[in-house]
């Protein structure tokens, strides 16, 4: 079970790197909360920032990935580097994600999707 959830958030890591939509709308409940820096929103707002171009990832170097569960939900967090292009200006930062996972119909969806900045 760790590992496929593990190898579902890599897909969703990899869709939101090549703004696919199709791919982030696979892995996420319609409902999913996401919440950045500066922003919280909805998958719907997310995917726009993605495909519209405000979100360009140049790199993502994944330090650690650990998964934990706890009844139907199951918790990923990702001690990453994450570096894009946010509205045209470089950017890059060292975060753990928290990715909550609802099991559903026997099917893990992504409903929380969260971006905390480490500073050490």
Known sequence: MKEELLALSGRFWNAMEKRDEAGMRAA???DCNFV???????????I??????????????FHNKTADFFGDT??????CDYALLLNGQETTHHFAVTEVYARRDGQWKLVTFSFTALVY
């Open 28 to 30: 996420a409940d319609p």
């Open 74 to 79: 199951g918790v990923v967090i990702s001690d």
């Open 48 to 61: 726009g920032f993605y495909t519209s171009g405000a979100f360009q990832p140049t790199s993502i170097v």
């Open 36 to 46: 950045h820096i500066g922003v919280t929103c909805k998958l719907d707002q997310e």
